[in-house]
C-alpha cells in the first residue's frame, strides 16, 4: 500500500489569501456562471409551459434547438479564449456577459422554430468561452493545490441554477399576460436581464492579477504572486514556440487526452439530458400517473434533484482534496449515474420517480469537479491548454448530442425509455473508460494501485 505525501501546514499568509480570494473573487464568478447556466437551459422550462405549443415544436424540433446551442459554442470557443488572452480574462468575461444577456433578451420575441434555432445558435456563439475563461481566471488567482477546493465552489452554481431558477422561472412563467406576454415569454425577459447587469458590474469588480488587488496585504500580494511565478516557471521551456508546437502535438496524440474527453462526454450526455428534458417528463407525469401540477408545483419538483446534487458535490470534493483523486471518485458515481437514470423511469409514483433521478444528479456532479482536477496532473504548459479545449470540446458536442438524440429517439419509440437507456449506456461507458486509464501507468513497486489518480502514466 503506498502513502501520498501530505502537503505541509499553510502560513498565516496563505490561509488569509486564498480565504479572501474565496470570499472576493469566487461568489461572483459562481454567480456568472449561475445566471449563464439559467439562460443557457431557460428553454427547457419554457417548452413544456407554453413555447412548445406556441412554436408548435415536436420533441426532435425542441431536441435540436436545445442542442444547436453547442454548435456556436464550439466554432467560437478557441477564438474566443485566445481573445481572452489578448484582451485579458476580466473584460472579456464581461463581454461575454453583456452579449449572452442581450441574445437571450431577444427569445421574448421568437415566433417560430428557425427563430428558435438562430437565437439558439448565437447564444452559444455569444457564450462561447466563458466556462474555460472563468476557469482560466480563477486558476490566475490561486495555485495548484488550492485549486480543487475552489472549483467545488464554483461549480456549486450548476446545481444551485435549478435549486433557485427553477421555482424562479416557474414564479416568471405564473406572470402570464404582463406586458402582454405568454409567461415564457416574460421569463425570457426577466432571467436575461441580471447577465447585462452583470457584465457591467464585472468590468469594474474583478481584477486580473492579484498584484492588482488592494484588498490583499502587500505580504499576501506578495506570497500570491511568488507561488502562481513559482508554478509558471515549471510550466515554461526556454523555447517556449517550439514548446508549444511540440506541446499540442503531444496533447492531441495522447490516449490519455482521449480517454478522458470521452468519459467527459458521458458525464455531459447525462447533465443536459436531465436539464432540457427533465421538466418534460415531470409534464408527463400528469398522463402516466393522474397528477396534476401547477407550473409552480412543477417548477419545484424539477429542483428537487439539485439541492442533494450540490450537497453531495461539496463533500465528494472536499473527500478527493484531502484523499487524493482515485478512479473511484470518478468511476464510480459514472457507474451510478448510468444505472440509475433508466431506472427512473419504471417507478410507480411522481416521488419514486424523482428520488432515482436525484440519485443520477447527485452522481453527476459529485464527478464533475474532482474530473477537471485531472488533465493539469499530466499535461502543462501548452499540452494543458490544448488537452483542456479538447475535453471542453467533446463535453460541448455532448451537449448538442444530448438534446438532440433524446429528442429524436422520444419521436421515434412514443417515450423516454430508450433515450434514458443511451444516457445510461454512455455514463457506464465513462465509468469503463476511467477504470482502463487508472490501469495506464508502470509496474512497479513504485506505482501500487491504490495511489491517487495523479500517479497514473
Request: glycine share 8%; aromatic share 14%; with cysteine.
Amino acid at each position: 500500500m503506498g502513502a501520498t505525501a501530505l502537503p505541509s501546514a499553510p502560513s498565516a499568509v496563505e490561509r488569509s489569501a486564498i480565504k479572501k480570494v474565496s470570499i472576493r473573487l469566487v461568489p461572483f464568478v459562481a454567480l456568472m456562471f449561475f445566471v449563464n447556466y439559467l439562460d443557457r437551459t431557460a428553454v427547457s422550462f419554457a417548452e413544456p409551459n407554453g413555447m412548445g405549443t406556441d412554436l408548435a415544436l415536436t420533441a426532435a424540433q425542441f431536441g435540436f434547438a436545445s442542442g444547436v446551442f453547442f454548435i456556436g459554442y464550439i466554432i467560437l470557443e478557441v477564438p474566443s479564449n485566445m481573445a481572452l488572452h489578448r484582451f485579458g480574462a476580466r473584460r472579456w468575461l464581461a463581454r461575454i456577459m453583456v452579449t449572452w444577456g442581450i441574445v437571450s433578451l431577444l427569445f421574448t420575441w421568437v415566433q417560430n422554430s428557425e427563430q428558435l434555432y438562430v437565437l439558439r445558435f448565437l447564444l452559444g456563439v455569444a457564450e462561447a468561452g466563458f466556462f474555460p475563461g472563468a476557469i482560466l481566471f480563477l486558476s490566475q488567482w490561486v495555485p495548484t493545490r488550492h485549486r480543487t477546493k475552489v472549483l467545488a465552489l464554483f461549480y456549486l452554481a450548476q446545481p444551485l441554477t435549478t435549486v433557485f431558477g427553477a421555482p424562479l422561472a416557474g414564479w416568471l412563467i405564473g406572470h402570464h399576460g404582463l406586458f402582454g406576454l405568454e409567461g415564457w415569454r416574460v421569463m425570457f425577459l426577466f432571467v436575461s436581464i441580471p447577465a447585462i447587469l452583470l457584465g457591467v458590474v464585472a468590468w469594474f469588480y474583478l481584477i486580473d492579477r492579484p498584484a492588482d488587488a488592494t484588498w490583499l496585504s502587500t505580504a499576501e500580494k506578495e506570497w500570491l504572486t511568488g507561488e502562481l511565478a513559482a508554478e509558471n516557471a515549471t510550466k515554461t521551456g526556454s523555447s517556449e514556440r517550439d514548446h508549444g508546437r511540440e506541446a499540442l502535438k503531444e496533447a492531441f496524440r495522447s490516449g490519455r487526452v482521449w480517454i478522458l474527453a470521452m468519459v467527459y462526454f458521458g458525464f455531459i450526455y447525462g447533465l443536459y439530458a436531465l436539464a432540457f428534458f427533465l421538466p418534460t417528463i415531470i409534464e408527463g407525469f400528469q398522463e402516466s400517473f393522474g397528477t396534476s401540477f401547477s407550473v409552480m408545483d412543477k417548477a419545484l419538483i424539477t429542483a428537487i434533484p439539485y439541492l442533494p446534487a450540490a450537497v453531495v458535490l461539496f463533500f465528494w470534493s472536499r473527500n478527493a482534496t484531502r484523499h487524493g483523486t482515485r478512479t473511484w471518485h470518478v468511476a464510480g458515481p459514472a457507474v451510478v449515474g448510468g444505472i440509475s437514470i433508466p431506472l427512473a423511469l419504471y417507478m410507480d409514483s411522481p416521488a419514486a420517480t424523482i428520488s432515482v433521478i436525484t440519485v443520477t444528479a447527485c452522481a453527476i456532479f459529485a464527478a464533475l469537479p474532482v474530473f477537471w482536477s485531472i488533465p493539469s496532473r499530466f499535461l502543462t504548459g501548452a499540452a494543458a491548454a490544448a488537452g483542456i479545449a479538447l475535453i471542453n470540446t467533446a463535453g460541448n458536442v455532448a451537449g448538442f448530442a444530448a438534446g438532440y438524440v433524446t429528442g429524436w429517439l422520444k419521436d421515434f419509440s412514443g417515450g423516454y425509455t430508450l433515450s434514458m437507456f443511451v444516457v445510461g449506456g454512455f455514463m457506464l461507458l465513462s465509468a469503463a473508460l476511467m477504470a482502463a486509464l487508472s490501469r495506464r501507468r508502470p509496474a512497479g513497486p513504485s506505482h501500487p494501485t491504490d495511489q491517487p489518480l495523479l500517479e497514473v502514466h
